[in-house]
């Protein structure tokens, strides 16, 4: 069996001084003994009395989801490996053993297969793996890990540790466990970032702010905070919307896996090549202005719906009020959202792929997002010369996973239809009375992050100029680049112990 195994580093403590007027008690770890970060702004995870009435088996599902010899590891896989694999409840914060490094695993179509498991899980991407939904996703596949491009990778394991060491040691229990079983044809190993931008993708954005939570997993529910059914993301539960499943795969989730690199100083410099004319800011403000409107967030965390002109890194911090918004503004009667973006931009990032009050109705196109940055800081050479280097060694990115119930319904259609689609925000409105809004926004263009544009062209996202929203910027090169990924079946701890094993 042929795995890919990420190594996710997580560290424990935050820098208290990064955010000076914030409580002491807003900066701590997830859990005493946790190894997962909890910096300001993130939704903090729930008790275990919190969840017991949810009526989710949370010692069945695993916590954090990334052949050689199948007959071999499946015997290990049942007998040692399990034992290894880490559930939902031991990584809650008053969880009463957590453990010191969280495992997890999960299975492609093919792993599937070669285990045995011929069942339809009745999800046509998991089935034809990403690789044939390259195209669909915009992906240039002469970008991607040949390791990805192999279509040939029957799993993932996902090892996160407050320490290399740690990770290194599981890796190699495991390794010793599998004795030949197993073969590693990838490695990415991610880390959070030092100091003050620890929560910080590469790009310098608080990342992870606006997860869903499950109906009954969190109580109550943050201000702003979105509940979804549970089978949203987790297979046979209550809002699945695809109803044949085998009962063994009930519990579980489909992982979209990407690594996605981050080409830091081509963004920095096209935000100073840009930059905004906002009168009474300066030249470094209305770069950071421009970066903010096309992520919709400031670097703190702040959403500049409700903070527009300047970032305020104490609401950032604040997962009681960072959330509060869906950008309608009712307080102000002369707003009108469909057509006004002088608060947040139709493309921005945020927007694209959560639009809130832009939908009328609710939506399903829900994911739970994790993942980790990868890749060293960016070098003074490469800050000087505003280019990425082209040594490996240097790249640097996410290592992205969404957690979803129906990849069609969830990943891929955010990529595909609202992400990459310069349209999106018409199609929503396309039932408004305001016609003439439709008539003079006829391309609101992609998302400046991570939208790709038809054949890999150039984005021409609309309304990044508050003082001109008509206005569209081109941007000429991507900032994100996809370097491939895989879509993975992260299984329940008792289908794994019942069927995957046996």
Not at 164 to 176: G, H, M, R
Not at 338 to 350: D, E, G, L, M, R
Request: glycine share 8%; with cysteine; net charge negative.
């Amino acid at each position: 069996m042929k795995l890919i195994q990420a190594s996710l580093l997580a560290t424990l403590t935050w820098t208290v001084s990064a955010f000076p007027n914030l409580e002491s008690s807003a900066l701590k770890s997830r859990g005493s003994n946790s190894v997962l970060i909890n910096p300001p702004g993130f939704p903090p995870l729930p008790s275990v009395n919190q969840v017991a009435a949810s009526g989710l088996n949370l010692s069945n599902i695993q916590g954090d989801i990334l052949v050689d010899d199948p007959a071999a590891f499946k015997s290990q896989l049942g007998s040692e490996i399990l034992p290894l694999i880490t559930p939902i409840i031991q990584i809650l914060p008053d969880a009463p053993d957590p453990p010191a490094t969280i495992v997890n695993i999960a299975f492609s179509q093919k792993g599937l297969n070669a285990l045995g498991i011929q069942d339809n899980l009745n999800d046509a991407d998991f089935t034809n793996g990403q690789l044939s939904n390259a195209a669909f996703l915009g992906d240039q596949t002469s970008n991607w890990e040949p390791a990805f491009a192999s279509n040939n990778v029957h799993g993932v394991f996902l090892i996160e540790s407050d320490t290399i060491d740690s990770v290194n040691a599981k890796l190699s229990q495991i390794q010793t466990i599998s004795n030949g079983s197993i073969s590693e044809v990838y490695r990415i190993q991610g880390q959070a970032r030092p100091g003050d931008e620890q929560g910080h993708e590469h790009f310098g954005f608080l990342d992870g702010v606006s997860n869903p939570s499950l109906r009954g997993f969190v109580v109550p529910a943050l201000p702003g905070q979105t509940i979804v059914d549970p089978g949203i993301i987790l297979l046979g539960e209550e809002g699945d919307t695809v109803l044949e499943r085998p009962d063994w795969a009930k519990d579980g989730s489909f992982l979209a896996f990407r690594q996605l690199q981050q080409r830091v100083p081509e963004f920095n410099k096209f935000l100073v090549d840009n930059a905004l004319s906002e009168p009474g800011l300066s030249a470094s403000e209305n770069a950071q202005l421009l970066g903010a409107r096309m992520m919709g967030r400031w670097k703190s965390g702040a959403p500049i719906d409700l903070t527009p002109l300047k970032d305020d890194p104490v609401l950032g911090a604040d997962h009681n009020r960072n959330n509060v918004f869906n950008f309608t503004h009712p307080d102000d009667p002369n707003f009108d959202f469909k057509t006004n973006q002088s608060y947040c931009p139709f493309s921005a990032h945020i927007r694209k792929t959560n639009p809130r009050a832009d939908i009328a109705t609710s939506f399903k196109q829900h994911i739970i997002r994790g993942g980790i940055p990868y890749g060293p800081e960016v070098t003074d050479a490469e800050n000087a010369s505003n280019s990425s280097s082209t040594d490996p060694s240097l790249e640097r990115g996410l290592a992205f996973v969404a957690y979803q119930s129906n990849i069609e319904q969830g990943f891929a259609f955010l990529q595909h239809s609202w992400a990459n689609n310069n349209s999106f925000h018409i199609i929503l409105l396309s039932d408004a009375p305001n016609q003439q809004f439709i008539a003079n926004y006829n391309s609101v263009g992609e998302d400046p992050i991570i939208g790709v544009a038809p054949n890999d062209g150039p984005r021409s996202p609309a309304g990044l100029d508050p003082n001109n929203q008509t206005r569209t910027i081109t941007i000429n090169e991507d900032f994100v680049v996809s370097r491939g990924g895989e879509y993975f079946f992260s299984p329940s701890i008792s289908a794994i112990q019942n069927t995957l094993s046996v």
